[in-house]
């Protein structure tokens, strides 16, 4: 099984920027693989924020990150990123890494999970 580990949380000001990282612990078949990123924030369910097909071709955004957040990866070094602008409160959560044979399948039912890292935007 694969093995997910997020990195890059913390405590950021509105309007401020973050980096997460999302690395991979199996090499060779990460590159076969959708990769998503979820948040959870206190007292709310888990909810999907962004997906990217296998190859990078392809993105996916919920609504309310759409033009603030940018999902990229490198397969060579098998990690995903998520590029954070904007930030705002509300995007405070934990953020989880996920993965899926496709955008779809990643952004309804992954198939792996990370533990997870916090972020926090301060108003």
């Known amino acids: 099984q694969v093995q997910l580990v997020e990195s890059g949380g913390g405590l950021v000001q509105a309007g401020g920027s973050l980096r997460l990282s999302c690395a991979a612990s199996?090499?060779?078949?990460?590159?076969?693989?959708?990769m998503g990123w979820f948040r959870q924030a206190p007292g709310k369910e888990r909810e999907f924020v962004a997906g990217i097909s296998a190859s990078g071709g392809s993105t996916y955004y919920a609504d309310s990150v759409k033009g603030r957040f940018t999902i990229s990866r490198d397969n060579a070094k098998n990690t995903v990123y998520l590029q954070m602008n904007s930030l705002k409160p509300e995007d405070t959560a934990v953020y989880y890494c996920?993965?899926?044979?496709?955008?779809?399948?990643?952004?309804?039912?992954?198939?792996?999970w990370g533990q997870g890292t916090q972020v926090t935007v301060s108003s």
């Open positions: 996920a993965l899926g044979r496709t955008i779809f399948q990643v952004s309804t039912t992954p198939s792996n």
């Open positions: 199996r090499r060779g078949t990460f590159g076969t693989y959708a």
